[in-house]
């Protein structure tokens, strides 16, 4: 079957504008993660989704992320006035329910400049 | 001190040796274990998920968990070059997983 898939795959951006990267997880899949991968660096928790819930926001670094999540399947990423810090890999998982393995997407590859 | 601690690496091996990655973990709260491998540019890919003391085995990967000293070992026989990628443990409590750092493996033909 179809795993996670994430888009765009790359994006491309100026300090200062606002972005938004998708997440499609393996349909049936409750539990959604959202993960963020700078150079050299371990994976960062951003944000987690139990249905369209999100009981866990605790690694959003500043209020200009934000995350939304709709009939328990697709969500969206949005970053606001990106900074140039904010280059890195974003990574989606879901899972079957929140102790289970996660199954992760190829990432979405976000440059500022 | 880190919830998760991996050795970064980068180990280097010749082709055909065991490789053992391990991490080692401060809360005695978390309940199960997996380790991903990661090809550059690509996303963690899930190779051994397991929940229990003891080892669990699939192919050439063997997934060992020591809840007693909090230390987990992947262990890696018969290596191959397209083995070559970073190693992450992942950790997990109740809808908390944490990750290692990764360690970069190569093995050399």
């Known amino acids: 079957g179809a795993g996670v898939s994430q888009s765009p795959s790359n994006k491309v951006t100026e300090k200062g504008k606002d972005v938004e990267l998708r997440c499609d997880p393996i349909?049936?899949?409750?539990?959604l993660y959202w993960y963020r991968q700078s150079l050299g660096q371990g994976l960062e928790f951003l944000i987690y989704?139990?249905?369209?819930?999100?009981?866990?926001k605790s690694g959003l670094p500043s209020d200009r992320f934000s995350a939304e999540r709709t009939g328990g399947s697709v969500s969206t990423l949005t970053i606001q006035r990106t900074q140039q810090e904010d280059s890195a890999v974003y990574l989606c998982?879901?899972?079957?329910?929140?102790?289970?393995?996660?199954?992760f997407g190829p990432g979405t590859r976000l440059t500022v400049l | 001190q880190k919830e998760v601690e991996q050795d970064p690496g980068p180990l280097s091996v010749p082709e055909g040796a065991i490789v053992s990655l391990n991490c080692t973990y401060s809360n005695s709260a978390f309940q199960y274990f997996m380790w991903y491998r990661q090809y550059s540019r690509k996303g963690p890919e899930l190779l051994m998920y397991t929940y229990s003391s003891g080892n669990k085995e699939d192919g050439r990967f063997t997934a060992q968990v020591d809840k007693s000293s909090k230390y987990i070992s992947l262990f890696i026989r018969d290596s191959q070059p397209s083995d070559s990628a970073t190693y992450l443990c992942?950790?997990?409590?109740?809808?908390?997983?944490?990750f290692g750092t990764g360690t970069k493996l190569q093995v050399i033909p």
């Open positions: 349909s049936g899949h409750t539990a």
């Open positions: 989704f139990q249905g369209n819930s999100a009981p866990d």
């Open positions: 998982a879901s899972s079957l329910a929140p102790s289970n393995e996660q199954f």
């Open positions: 992942a950790i997990g409590g109740y809808q908390k997983v944490t």
